[in-house]
């Protein structure tokens, strides 16, 4: 039995397209690149999602290397991102880092599920509004929750909500901390230009060099890691299995769930995006398995979730990385720079990191594409609203719920909109959608039915229907337009056959595609109706209708 492509990583092209000196030296350099700027990322992430740095570095290691491994992209860079910090957080504030590496090794058998019943398309059944909204959300809860380090007010027990943390800044905004804040703007002004100097490097690297050796030269005061965390560990201790029993799945589902989503949708986009700009296609499918091995991987060491990151594979793609060579070479640079180099870091300033961090929320929020959104459809901009305002001032699990809830009722009711009924009576005349039906016989009414006759439209259906004035000796449903029919459709259509029967009305049938005719004889709709009374188009039910009438005459 031959191994379905779809499920085959992309490492495998090594082999199939050959693999030269040239590109594993383009490899190991973009590898090495994406490690040093993954370094001060993957700490920055794990602080801000409540964590201690090594478990981001752990999470980029462990969770980068089996990406890459085994992942469906060729490029894609995994480790801990910006998009997680919402739930993170609040994962430990409520369960604690126990239940956080629960939830996390769950979400892994969750992704993994999802990609073996592929659901690798997940991505196009997500709402532009709805990612817009809660990316924008996430973007800005990451600035606000910097604002403490950004400005050095060393505040401790900061409420997790919204509007309670800005209360407590304006509160203690006159004990900022003047070298802090000058870290932090001095930092966002080197990311944001660095780039007119070089494509390469990356500005928050060189920010964060920088910055770290003013700060130790001149013994600034402003609080870095070592102020807060100590020594950071310089190595990787041995996989641990949390403790699953049914109450600790119960509680952290929810919260397993919101991790597992959000890792599909941050890494497929992060993946459609690599592919536009090589060229290439993706197996989405072994992707998701992918990330769930890697947020298992995550999880059995002690780090925090992960997920394709699009800014460190941009950065591999733009080095010249072209196969998962380059993403496994990142996990082990950044594997001997946390065994050698890790004490070090110790003296990054919290404010350096509060603004790199400022920098990727601004970046991350598509402020653009949510002020265009905004003069779009007013069904897309509810959608937008209600999930920016969910993520921002309530959470993010509820915001992804509601939203999809609330673009599955709208789409429902576009849908139905959509559905159109038109009448031809017994005078005759032509439809809206065939101008050259010969005239109607005498005592028939023909409607044309156009749209999926689903849930959603089916009660305007009907009560179009029963509220006609007139008593035709015939009536024709022209279903010819009609693509599908759900089993709503199909009850409340047999409901008027039945109306009309008792009214001595005879029911036809035209047009009716196989799948909806497959439909209507698995809702037995043959027992209300007569199958010599359906009929491939129009114009044979109306010979029907004639020969009859010529027989009765």
């Not at 039995?1 to 383009?26: A, V």
């Not at 986009?269 to 991987?297: C, K, P, T, Y």
């Not at 689903?454 to 009907?462: N, R, S």
Request: glycine share 10%.
């Amino acid at each position: 039995m031959k191994w379905p492509l779809e499920f085959t990583p992309k490492i495998s092209i090594l082999k199939s397209e050959g693999y030269n000196r040239s590109q594993f030296t383009q490899d190991v350099m973009s590898g090495l690149i994406v490690g040093v700027v993954a370094l001060p990322l993957a700490i920055a992430f794990a602080i801000a999602s409540g964590v201690s740095p090594e478990k981001g570095l752990i999470t980029a290691v462990v969770a980068g290397f089996l990406i890459s491994f085994l992942g469906g992209s060729r490029v894609q860079i995994g480790g801990p991102t910006g998009a997680f910090i919402v739930i993170v957080y609040g994962i430990v504030g409520e369960y604690g880092l126990s239940g956080l590496i629960t939830a996390t090794l769950m979400a892994g058998f969750i992704l993994i599920g999802m990609g073996l019943v592929r659901l690798g398309q997940l991505l196009k059944y997500f709402p532009y509004p709805l990612i817009v909204g809660f990316t924008s959300g996430i973007a800005l809860i990451i600035f606000s929750s910097q604002v403490n380090d950004a400005l050095g007010l060393q505040l401790t027990g900061i409420p997790a909500d919204f509007i309670g943390k800005w209360s407590l800044y304006f509160q203690h905004f006159t004990h900022l901390n003047g070298y802090a804040l000058a870290i932090t703007g001095v930092t966002v002004l080197i990311t944001f230009h660095f780039g007119k100097i070089s494509k390469r490097i990356p500005g928050s690297l060189v920010a964060i060099i920088l910055m770290t050796l003013i700060t130790a030269y001149w013994k600034l005061p402003v609080e870095t890691l070592a102020d807060r965390f100590g020594t950071i560990p310089n190595g990787i201790g041995l996989p641990h299995w949390p403790v699953l029993n049914w109450e600790v799945i119960r509680h952290l589902i929810q919260p397993a769930f919101a991790i597992a989503l959000l890792g599909a949708i941050e890494s497929l986009l992060s993946a459609v995006v690599a592919d536009g700009m090589i060229g290439a296609r993706h197996r989405s499918n072994m992707e998701l398995v992918a990330q769930g091995v890697a947020n298992i991987g995550s999880a059995l060491f002690g780090g925090i979730p992960a997920t394709g990151a699009i800014a460190r594979t941009v950065t591999n793609i733009k080095n010249g990385g072209r196969t998962p060579v380059a993403g496994i070479i990142h996990a082990v640079v950044l594997f001997l720079i946390m065994l050698f180099l890790g004490p070090l870091a110790k003296q990054i300033p919290f404010a350096c990191l509060a603004g790199v961090l400022i920098v990727i929320a601004f970046h991350m929020g598509e402020w653009r594409q949510f002020f265009s959104l905004l003069r779009s459809h007013r069904m897309d901009v509810v959608v937008l609203l209600t999930t920016f305002l969910l993520t921002v001032f309530f959470d993010l699990i509820i915001a992804i719920e509601i939203g999809m809830v609330l673009s599955s009722f709208l789409f429902m009711k576009r849908m139905a909109d959509a559905t159109r009924m038109s009448v031809v009576t017994d005078e005759g005349g032509e439809t809206l959608f065939d101008k050259e039906l010969p005239e109607l016989p005498r005592g028939v009414m023909l409607y044309e039915i156009d749209g999926p006759l689903f849930f959603g439209a089916a009660q305007q259906f009907q009560d179009t229907l029963q509220n006609v004035s007139e008593k035709p000796q015939t009536i024709i449903f022209r279903m010819r337009k009609v693509p599908y029919m759900d089993a709503t459709g199909v009850y409340r259509l047999r409901q008027l056959i039945e109306y009309f029967q008792k009214r001595k009305v005879k029911v036809l049938l035209s047009g009716v595609n196989p799948a909806v005719l497959e439909t209507m004889e698995k809702a037995d709709i043959f027992n209300a109706l007569n199958r010599d009374q359906v009929f491939p188009n129009i114009h044979a039910a109306l010979d029907h209708i004639r020969s009859a009438t010529d027989k009765d005459q």
